[in-house]
């Protein structure tokens, strides 16, 4: 198989791995535990923390693991909610994943005020909109760093100085962007980064949230005293040892991969467009991710062509959620005002540092066999119906 769904999870590397096994069988032990077996697991934990600090240059101290991006998100939208009761506004981004977007509606179906800032038909964040949204009632803001769908990448230091002008936190989603895209904690200006260790070849069932020294912020589960009192609950040893050896590794290659993977997707972009018809790069004129493409193909659906993609050994993604098997439109598409017949074409191709030019060729002639398929398809029912 050609796996191009690597925004939607990576293969776990070797070294992750490695560093996991031991946490199953020998060093088992609960972290909290005071004896030397629990002493072992507790060292693993605090190692990991370093690891993953390191990968966006943050001190371990600031770093709070969770059980992936979805709970990270959460814990810093609520948690901040909680330490700041005055404030009872929220912002985040047209296009958030929906571990940010769907709590954002929930929080306004619940009373909050809630302000969703537009993005540009490429996807671009909309900063003087951001500018007027945020206000002295403001909480916190949340915004993606690199866009899951289309890869586009937000100014989050610019957003920063909007954001702290009011006296708001800044929440910034790096799931995407963490180990594709070099990242400093000192200098990005978000308060709060959520990561997650399977976007970068680790484990499933791994996050952590960077946490500022300073700023304010409360748990959201009742429970233990463990990750600073934020995040309550035994940690997940294995997973959080696979995480930070992840983390070393992805940061270690991150400068040669990035420029690799990006190299490959510009290829990929320019033979999809040279030898199928009717390709539409969208957002190429954004910032983008080094790894993702979303290329829509205009009046074929998308799941048809994930089936024929599929079937022909190419794991792609549409831009659309699949929700109890119905396909819903991409809100991100939709914010970004691409047409419905365009957007529900849109197929999504997400490289890793493990792709190769060999398999993108294959992808390639496996995409024009299938639209070709489709196209002759299209032409039979027009004719039937004419
Ligand atoms: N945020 C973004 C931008 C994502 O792409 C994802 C997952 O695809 C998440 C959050 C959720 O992360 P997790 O799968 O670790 O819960």
Known sequence: ???????????????????????????????????????????????????????????????????????????????????????????????????????????????????????????????????????????????????????????????????????AVLHADAVQSAGRLAIDARSIGADLLTLSSHKMHGPKGAGALYVHGGTRIAAVAAGGHQERDLRPGTENVPAIAGFGAAAEVAGARLAVDAARMAALRDGFERDVVSRVRGAVVLSAGAPRLCNTTSIAFEGLPAEALLIGLSQRGVCASNGSACASGAMEPSHVLAAMGVPPALADGAVRFSLSRETTREELREAVEALSAVVARLDAGRVRTVAAIG
């Open 1 to 167: 198989m050609i796996y191009l769904d690597n925004n939607a999870t990576t293969r776990v590397c070797d070294e992750a791995i490695a560093a996991m096994e031991p946490f199953w069988w020998r060093d088992f032990a609960n972290p909290s535990s005071q004896h030397a077996m629990g002493q072992a697991a507790r060292l693993a934990v605090e190692r990991a923390r370093e690891q993953v600090a390191g990968l966006i240059h943050a001190r371990p101290s600031e770093i709070v693991f969770t059980s992936g991006g979805t709970e990270a998100d959460n814990l810093a939208i609520l948690g901040v909610l909680r330490a700041n009761p005055a404030r009872r506004h929220v912002v985040v981004s047209a296009v958030e994943h929906a571990a940010v977007h769907d709590l954002a509606r929930r929080l306004a179906v619940e009373g909050l005020r809630v302000t969703f800032v537009p993005v540009d038909g490429e996807g671009r964040l909309d900063i003087a909109a951001l500018e007027a949204a945020v206000c002295d009632e403001t909480a916190v803001v949340s915004l993606m760093h690199a866009n899951n769908e289309t890869g586009v990448v937000f100014p989050i230091a610019a957003a920063a100085d909007v954001v702290h002008a009011r006296g």
